[in-house]
């Protein structure tokens, strides 16, 4: 049975202060909040002080991005080991910010996942299509290329050491969400193809949806079949919005439970 994952992106925002400050809110008011799963991603300079402010509580940790390589000359490379050292247990990879500012093809996200994997973290793997890939009708055939070149890098039985997000690049950061309809269908569509290979894996796999959720469209996105849960941006650094998007998730689970 797949248990709804809430996970924090807080891409390159923050400092010492409002770290401090955010996770002083949000761990007491999560903390009661036992059904579901919750976690941050912060920034590498970060991990030392969010890994200890986490001590103890039902947040997990997580970090933005690894290298493919796991130690030597390359220079501002953080590799899975140094953040396994510090107690994350997600890596975000694959994010489309990665893909289209930094120019990360699918054969380097394939090798950040399977570092990842090695090192015993847990890889949120992110895919998505482009506005124009979508009004192409293409939305379909790029998840796939993206996905394949993972399973075909990492093994298929790799997708079940991970976590998948599904993250339309026009809904991220735009304030436009994809319809709940809209993630389902590709949600479902991801699940169906990969269970054509492992119905098993499929079923048990968590496939969270990225892109402008925020408290107030969270539990319409977490009430569809196939969406287990958020990756979510610029919302995770608002203490309100993010306890918000956690409550919703909580009670999608304890419906499914019910
Ligand atoms: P957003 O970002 O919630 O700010 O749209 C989501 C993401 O990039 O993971």
Redesign the pocket.
């Known amino acids: 049975m797949r248990t709804k994952l809430v996970a924090g992106?807080w891409?390159m925002n923050g400092n010492l202060a409002t770290n401090q400050a955010l996770l002083g809110t949000i761990i007491p008011r999560l903390a009661p909040l036992t059904r579901a799963r919750y976690a941050v991603c912060a920034p590498f300079p970060y991990l030392a002080q969010v890994q200890d402010a986490l001590r103890g509580s039902n947040i997990a940790l997580g970090a933005q991005d690894v290298c493919q390589f796991d130690a030597g000359a390359y220079t501002g490379g953080v590799s899975a080991a140094m953040l396994a050292e510090f107690g994350c247990r997600y890596v975000i990879v694959g994010?489309?910010?990665r893909r289209t500012v930094f120019g990360e093809t699918d054969e380097v996200v394939a090798r950040k996942f399977g570092a990842a994997i090695h090192h015993g973290l847990t890889p949120i793997l992110?895919v998505g299509e482009l506005l124009a890939e979508r009004e192409a009708g293409v939305t379909e055939a790029v998840v796939s290329r993206q996905l394949d070149a993972v399973i075909a890098g990492c093994g298929l039985a790799a997708l079940g050491k991970a976590v998948l997000?599904y993250?339309p690049v026009w809904?991220?950061?735009?304030g436009k969400t994809a319809t709940p309809q809209q993630a389902q269908a590709v949600h479902a569509f991801i699940r169906a193809r990969i269970a054509g290979a492992d119905r098993r894996l499929a079923d048990e796999l968590v496939i969270l949806y990225?892109?402008?959720?925020k408290a107030a469209n969270a539990s319409q996105l977490f009430a569809m079949q196939d969406v287990d849960g958020g990756?979510?941006?610029?919302?995770?650094l608002a203490a309100d919005e993010f306890i918000g998007i956690c409550r919703a998730a909580l009670d999608a689970e304890e419906t499914v439970r019910a």
Do not use: D, F, R, Y
């Open positions: 992106n891409k994010h489309s910010e992110c997000a993250e809904a991220i950061g735009t990225g892109g402008s959720v990756l979510i941006g610029g919302a995770s």
